[in-house]
C-alpha cells in the first residue's frame, strides 16, 4: 500500500511505514494537482501538514482513498465530517508537538520582555553609532516570575505552557470551555514532580484584566470570529504582552495593530497570520511583533514523534 506524504514525513516515521510494508512518496504535490496523482499513483493514504488542504472535492474524486492524516494538531485543512462519513479514516497527532509550541511561546515571552527582538533588529544598524541610546532604550525590561499569564484553551499545549510558566514562577490562570480542572506537573530533573492544581474559568472576562500575558491556544470562534478584538483589548492591562501560536485570526489583526499603537499591548509574539503564507507587511514591519513563519512545532523532536505516531496509526487502522 502506498501512502503520499504531501507536506513530508520524519525518516523515522518513513522507516517505521516501509518495515511494515507500506510505499511511502515525500514528493510534494501541488494542490490542484492532487486528486490526480492519488488515483494515478494508487495511494491509499494522504498526509498533510498546514500546506495542503484536503477538502471535499478531493475526497469525492478519490475513491480509492482510505485514509487522511495530519501531522500536528488542527485538522482545519481537512473537511474531518465528510471524509468520516465517507468511511475514511481521519487522524492527527495531538499530543506530539505540545511541549515544542510551549517553549517557543516561552523563548518569544522572555525576549519580549526584556525587548531582545527589537534589539535584534536594531543593534547591526544603530548599535555602533547610538549605544547609549539603545541602551536607555531597552533598559525598562520586566521580568516574568511573579508576574500573571493568561492561558487562553488549556487542552495539551496551554497544559504544556503552564507548565513551563509554573516552572519559572508565574501565576498561571486558564481559560477554556470544556477542561475540568487539572493538575499539572512541574518536571524537575533529577528531582522528580511537583503537580500544581489549576481550575480553569469559562468566561476570559473574568480574568483578563488581571492579566500581564496572554497565550492563545484555541481556534476561531464558531462563528469565524476573533477571540480577542476590539472589546477584549479594552478590558486588557496597559502594557500587556501576547503570543498567538494557535491559529491566524484568532487575534483580530485589525484591532491588535490599534492596541499597539495606543500602548494597550506592550508587545505581541504571533507564529501564524490570518492569511498564510502570504501575511500583512504591517504585521511583518511592526516593530513590536515578533514574527515567527508558523513553526511552533517545528522542532527536530516533535517532527519525529509526529511521524512515528501517524506511522504507528497508519499501521494499526490499514494494516491490523
Known amino acids: 500500500m502506498k501512502i503520499l506524504a504531501n507536506d513530508g514525513i520524519a525518516p523515522e516515521g518513513v522507516k517505521a511505514l516501509e518495515n511494515a510494508g507500506f510505499e511511502v512518496s515525500t514528493t510534494n504535490v501541488p494542490q490542484e494537482q492532487l486528486a490526480d496523482a492519488i488515483n494515478n499513483e494508487g495511494y491509499v493514504g494522504v498526509l498533510v501538514r498546514s500546506a495542503t488542504t484536503v477538502r471535499q472535492e478531493v475526497i469525492d474524486a478519490c475513491p480509492n482513498l482510505k485514509l487522511i492524516g495530519r501531522g500536528g494538531v488542527g485538522m482545519d485543512n481537512i473537511d474531518v465530517d465528510y471524509a468520516r462519513s465517507k ?15 510551549a517553549e517557543l ?47 487562553i484553551g488549556f487542552g495539551r499545549i496551554g497544559q504544556s505552557l503552564a507548565s513551563y510558566a509554573l516552572g519559572v514562577g508565574m501565576k498561571v490562570k486558564a481559560v477554556d470551555l470544556y477542561t475540568d480542572p487539572v493538575k499539572i506537573p512541574v518536571l524537575i530533573e533529577g528531582h522528580g514532580r511537583v503537580d500544581v492544581p489549576i481550575e480553569p474559568v469559562k468566561d476570559l472576562n473574568e480574568i483578563i484584566g488581571e492579566l500581564d500575558y496572554i497565550s492563545l491556544h ?20 496597559d502594557g500587556v504582552i501576547l503570543a498567538n501560536a494557535a491559529r491566524g485570526g484568532v487575534i483580530d489583526e485589525d484591532a491588535l495593530l490599534q492596541a499597539l499603537d495606543s500602548g494597550k ?10 492569511n498564510e503564507p502570504t501575511p500583512r507587511k504591517d504585521l511583518l514591519t511592526n516593530e513590536k511583533i515578533a514574527a515567527t513563519p508558523h513553526i511552533g512545532a517545528a522542532t527536530n523532536e516533535a517532527q519525529t514523534r509526529i511521524g512515528l505516531e501517524l506511522a504507528e496509526q497508519i499501521i494499526s487502522l490499514l494494516k491490523n
Not at 468511511?87 to 509550541?101: D, H
Not at 470562534?221 to 476590539?230: L, R
Not at 499591548?265 to 490570518?274: G, K, T
Open 87 to 101: 468511511g475514511l479514516y481521519v487522524i492527527n497527532t495531538p499530543a506530539a508537538s505540545s511541549q515544542s509550541v
Open 265 to 274: 499591548v506592550r508587545a505581541v509574539s504571533l507564529d501564524v497570520f490570518e
Open 105 to 151: 511561546v516561552m523563548g518569544c515571552l522572555f525576549s519580549l520582555s526584556r525587548s531582545v527582538f527589537h534589539s535584534n533588529r536594531f543593534m547591526p544598524e544603530k548599535g555602533a553609532e547610538e549605544f547609549k541610546a539603545l541602551k536607555k532604550l531597552y533598559g525598562k525590561g520586566q521580568e516574568l516570575r511573579g508576574k500573571t499569564i493568561g492561558i
Open 218 to 237: 484555541v481556534p476561531k470562534q464558531a462563528d469565524g470570529s476573533a477571540v480577542i478584538g476590539t472589546a477584549e483589548f479594552a478590558k486588557m492591562k
